[in-house]
């Protein structure tokens, strides 16, 4: 599976970014995907997932009523919207797929990254 993420940018505090990760090389709705952050000096940290037919999604505590993941089989792509954003929020946000079943938040469940996209939240 090829990853390619896009959407970052620089927005000011209580803004909103939208991500897309546009996955290639197998069909769509065999794989789980999710969305991870790093920030200068700080490891990568799970964000959100979503499951294969886009039915389940987990969230880490911090961004729970204000991201939100989905995904289109249709268009092979994976989505973040992302409100209200803070400073905190400001890291290199990468996408990442997994053939397995069960969504995860750890960085070794998923196989496949895409490149990442830099969101920098200015206050």
């Known amino acids: 599976v090829q990853l390619q993420a896009s959407g970052g940018g620089l927005v000011q505090a209580g803004g909103s970014l939208r991500l897309s990760c546009a996955a290639s090389?197998?069909?769509?709705?065999?794989?789980?995907m999710a969305w991870f952050r790093q920030a200068p000096g700080k490891e990568r940290e799970f964000v959100a997932g979503?499951?294969?037919?886009?039915?389940?999604?987990q969230y880490t505590n911090s961004v729970k009523g204000l991201f939100s993941i989905s995904r289109d089989n249709a268009k092979n792509t994976v989505y973040l919207q992302m409100n209200t954003l803070q400073s905190g929020d400001t890291a290199v946000y990468y996408c990442?797929?997994?053939?397995?079943?069960?969504?995860?938040?750890?960085?070794?469940?998923?196989?496949?990254w895409g490149q990442g996209t830099q969101v920098t939240v200015s206050s």
């Open positions: 090389g197998r069909p769509s709705g065999t794989y789980i």
């Open positions: 990442a797929a997994d053939e397995d079943v069960v969504l995860r938040s750890s960085t070794y469940a998923y196989e496949y």
């Open positions: 979503i499951s294969r037919g886009g039915q389940t999604t």
